[in-house]
């Protein structure tokens, strides 16, 4: 295998590796915004109920949305609940105070907070090696050209 043979042998490998952690990269990206998209709805429903909490109506209205775009909506009366249903996670819920919802909640807040971190942390690592396998990809076409 001559020389120039070697280094575009070379430049295909590292190319392959290139593209193995590009596609890695992406559905790490993917997941962290599904994680940052999971705490802000989980940071959302902690002021939500520390609104209901701090209320001192006993009935007041709201509006409920009819589908998830928010394209429709009816103003509804409620009665200020006692307690709040929370996902507990695997399709369970349970029926909890205000200040158990918000410990709850507080708690998966914690635990995603840890899990961003380690997708970043991962895909740092990643973005990391993409711009090593460039630099030697470089340096590869300057000895080839």
Known sequence: MSKEEDIQAQ???????????????????????????????????????????????NEFEVLISLD????????????????????????????????KAIEVLTQRETELAKVIQSIQGELSKVVQYMEAIRAKLGELRGRKG
């Open 11 to 57: 430049m295909r490998a590292l190319i392959e590796q290139y593209v193995v952690l590009q596609n890695y990269a992406e559905s790490l990206q993917r997941d962290l915004n599904t994680v940052i998209g999971v705490l802000s709805e989980i940071r959302l429903a902690k002021e939500t109920i520390s609104s209901l909490k701090d209320e001192k109506r």
């Open 68 to 99: 998830r775009g928010g394209n429709a909506y009816v103003k509804a009366p409620v009665t200020k609940p006692e307690k709040v249903i929370i996902n507990i996670g695997a399709g369970y819920y349970a029926s909890l105070d205000y200040d």
